[in-house]
């Protein structure tokens, strides 16, 4: 049974920093895409950013680039998402996602994503 767990949310000011981790079990995925999505209150989760399988590309929404930066360790399995500079706008709860398909990735929809964490909540405060 696949498993995503999420940890290092919480609260900070804005101009802070957090590191969200995303350790899967069940399976190993250094085959596919990783990513990460965030949902705030009365709005649609959307794409943060994504890192492909072994060589590592990364992409990221426009409104965190130069501020986030994904990473990942396939030998442990988990996915990062270092956050600095933080603001209030970025109050959310952060979900890792792992892709449906293997060397594979197209966009940033969350439909290319098969597996999701429970998701961790992300305070900034002003």
């Known amino acids: 049974q696949v498993q995503l767990v999420e940890s290092g949310g919480g609260l900070v000011q804005a101009g802070g920093s957090l590191r969200l981790s995303c350790a899967a079990s069940?399976?190993?995925?250094?085959?596919?895409?990783m990513g990460w999505f965030r949902q705030a209150p009365g709005k649609e989760r959307e794409f943060v950013a994504a890192?492909?399988?072994?060589?590592?590309?990364?992409y990221y929404a426009d409104f965190v680039k130069g501020r986030f930066t994904i990473s990942r360790d396939n030998a442990k399995n988990t996915v990062y998402l270092q956050m600095n500079s933080l603001k209030p706008e970025d109050t959310a709860v952060y979900y890792c996602?792992?892709?449906?398909?293997?060397?594979?990735?197209?966009?940033?929809?969350?439909?290319?994503?098969?597996?999701w964490g429970q998701g961790t909540q992300v305070t900034v405060s002003s």
């Open positions: 890192i492909t399988w072994t060589n590592g590309r990364t």
């Open positions: 069940g399976r190993t995925f250094s085959s596919y895409t």
């Open positions: 996602s792992v892709a449906g398909r293997p060397y594979y990735y197209t966009d940033h929809r969350a439909s290319q994503y098969e597996y």
